[in-house]
């Protein structure tokens, strides 16, 4: 049975080339970096590269970057510092499509006493960049806002809310998550102060994050330590893993114009004939800008979960809109707050590719999917009436 793997946006196939760049340094160039002899030395030069190719990757400054254990980690990082820097300043401005890396982190803070003002999107997935203006007081220590969503691919107009955010005079952080390595980034012509990417996003393994810090930003660690990386993040550093991201970003770099190009031209296929071929669906997010990779549909009147098992039985591996982080049966908070109908946050299925993705597998997904969704209709206990009338 062929396997076609969208769900890239949960985690990505780790490069051939990454794992062959890490393995020396598990048994054979196994040194601390922090250590004086030869051992170390080696390590250190290695993960020196490392960071410049990620740095490369931003438009950043190698001493700009620092290696975290995950994305949720330099997320928290990112707002511990701010409040840990401003303690007289009590508000973090963020959104309510967040990944939970930050929500979850907010709903700590605001019962430690913090207050937190989440902007509301509208249908489309963006907020209102007077909502924005107007939620920033001299009580704000920091506004995060994500660079793409996870769920819908929905980017945000960063280069305009950056400007807001940087005429008040406020700190600006951006879960970049999902952007780096689909959309170009360029730190230099930027005006941010804090930026998280995660390494199993772009094809690097799973546990290893970086938080940029502009230069000149004050810092204080979240995870206090040795002096490693810069005297920013204390703990010995997870050196296959960030010669492995070094690795990811260096292949990203390379040719990421022609692969957004490659790989939008798939997901617009494929959301084009799924539209074609099948009725009652809506493009959740569809009319904003876009992660050229992401595709997230509404079938009316089934469940995803439906659908995913079926497309998993021959081979087909998505997420859908209920599920979509640690199984959780809430249905999405994302799909929610943009004010998708019930209808279609049940039946949400989103497609996420990445450059291991071909024609072929496009082909597949428009082969198979149809008949899966006419043949649930069909048995469907949800009839189109009383579907239509449960938003
Ligand atoms: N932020 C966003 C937008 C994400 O999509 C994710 C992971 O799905 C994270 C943060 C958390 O990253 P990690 O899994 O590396 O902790």
Do not use: W
């Not at 070094?246 to 990421?256: M, Q, T, Y």
């Not at 998993?312 to 707050?337: F, M």
Request: hydrophobic residues 35%; proline residues 4%; aromatic residues 6%.
């Amino acid at each position: 049975m062929r396997k076609v793997y969208v769900d890239n946006n949960a985690t990505t196939r780790v490069a051939p080339e990454v794992v062959e760049e890490m393995l020396p340094f598990f048994s054979q160039d196994y040194g601390n970096p922090s250590s004086i002899h030869f051992f170390g030395g080696k390590v250190a030069q290695k993960m020196a590269e490392a960071r410049e190719k990620v740095a490369a990757l931003l438009g950043a400054e190698p001493t700009e970057i620092i290696f975290t254990s995950c994305g949720t980690e330099s997320d928290n990082a990112a707002i511990f510092s701010a409040l840990e820097n401003y303690p007289n300043k009590k508000q973090i401005v963020t959104t309510n499509v967040e990944h939970h890396a930050i929500l979850n982190f907010c709903k700590y803070l605001k019962e430690k006493g913090y207050l937190v003002t989440e902007l509301s999107v509208d249908q489309d997935g963006q907020i209102d960049l007077d909502e924005l203006r107007d939620s920033i007081t001299d009580d704000t220590a920091i506004v995060s806002i994500m660079y793409a969503n996870n769920e819908t691919g929905v980017i945000f107009p960063i280069d305009e809310i950056e400007k807001i955010v940087k005429e008040k005079g406020v700190l600006f952080h951006t879960d970049a998550v999902q952007a780096v390595g689909k959309v170009p980034i360029d730190l230099s012509k930027r005006n941010i102060d804090m930026l998280s990417l995660s390494g199993h996003k772009l094809h690097a393994p799973k546990g290893i994050g970086v938080l940029y810090i502009k230069k000149g930003t004050k810092f204080s660690p979240f995870i206090i330590g040795g002096e490693q990386e810069f005297g920013k993040r204390g703990g010995t550093e997870n050196v296959p893993y960030i010669i492995g991201l070094g690795k990811a970003c260096e292949i990203a770099s390379k040719d990421l114009e022609k692969e957004i190009t490659r790989i939008k031209a798939m997901r617009d296929r494929l959301e084009k004939e799924l539209t074609e071929k099948i009725p009652d669906i809506v493009i959740n997010g569809g009319r904003s800008n876009r992660l050229p990779n992401t595709l997230n549909i509404g079938f009316k009147y089934v469940e995803g979960e439906a659908i995913l098992l079926h497309l998993s039985n021959v081979g087909i591996a998505v997420s859908t809109g209920s599920a979509c982080s640690s199984g959780s049966e809430e249905p999405s908070h994302v799909l929610k707050a943009m004010g998708v109908p019930a209808s279609a946050i049940h039946g949400s299925i989103r497609f996420s590719l990445s450059r291991y993705n071909n024609e072929e597998d496009i082909d597949y997904i428009i082969e198979k999917l149809p008949p899966i969704i006419e043949k649930l209709r069909e048995i469907s206990p949800f009839s189109k009436t009383t579907m239509i009338n449960t938003k």
